[in-house]
């Protein structure tokens, strides 16, 4: 079975830090790993997309990084702002499980002005 | 731009009726997905389709049920409502293919009273 987990749940840091989130997975038989941030009480917006082929995808100041053999996944931040402020989810899509996507619990990113 | 949209962002229903909540994607896709989220439970797959008129249970089926007439649109049905449902559904879709990306709707925050 597949398990998805997300450390730390929380994490509060002040405006213009450069920030690692850790995701983490215990089956590397995976398709891809995709993250999501997700506003209060919306739905989920998707920011990167890595095959697991892929080592890391960038898109402006978010860079993930996917280590398939340690079942590791980060995403990292640069020069962070309010407006950053939401959970992050990360996700994985297994080779076994008809294209179900299996989700972390998230972390609830603050970034104080 | 890719979208998913779900028919509303705040349900009030009572206990026992039947609830019909509805997702339409603009993409083409072959796959869509309806999600429950809860706190400290995370995402959890109810149902998804493959294709018009197919269907597969996810990890939580029970109590619900869906229909895929067309392609762009998939329903998922609350046969008879219960407290127990009260939840944030969120609807997914994605091509067939395996090492696509999900997109997400907005949300549907039902209240089941």
């Known amino acids: 079975k597949q398990e998805v987990t997300q450390i730390p749940a929380a994490l509060s840091v002040p405006e213009g830090e450069n920030l690692v989130l850790n995701c983490s997975f215990t089956?590397?038989?995976?398709?891809?790993l995709q993250w999501f941030r997700q506003d209060p009480g919306k739905g989920l917006t998707s920011l990167l997309l890595?095959?697991?082929?892929?080592r890391e995808q960038t898109s402006g100041r978010l860079n993930a990084s996917l280590d398939k053999s340690s079942g590791r996944s980060t995403l990292y931040i640069a020069a962070s702002q309010p407006g950053d402020s939401a959970t992050y989810l990360c996700?994985?899509?297994?080779?076994?499980?008809?294209?179900?996507?299996?989700f972390g619990q998230g972390t609830r990113l603050t970034i104080n002005p | 731009d890719v979208k998913v949209t779900q028919s509303s962002r705040y349900l009030v229903k009572r206990t026992g009726e039947k609830v019909f909540l509805e997702c339409v994607q603009d993409?083409?896709?072959?796959?869509m997905f309806w999600y429950r989220q809860d706190p400290g439970l995370g995402l959890r797959l109810i149902y998804f389709?493959?294709?018009?008129?197919?269907?597969e249970k996810g990890d939580i089926p029970e109590g619900y049920s869906v229909s895929r007439e067309k392609k762009e649109r998939f329903s998922l049905i609350l046969e008879s409502a219960s407290t127990n449902q009260t939840s944030m559904y969120l609807c997914?879709?994605?091509?067939?293919?395996?090492?696509?990306?999900?997109?997400f709707g907005q949300g549907t925050r039902l209240t089941v009273v």
């Open positions: 890595i095959q697991s082929s892929q």
């Open positions: 997914a879709s994605s091509f067939h293919q395996m090492n696509t990306e999900a997109f």
């Open positions: 993409m083409d896709h072959e796959n």
């Open positions: 089956d590397s038989a995976i398709y891809n």
């Open positions: 389709s493959y294709d018009v008129k197919m269907k």
């Open positions: 996700a994985v899509k297994r080779i076994q499980g008809a294209q179900k996507l299996v």
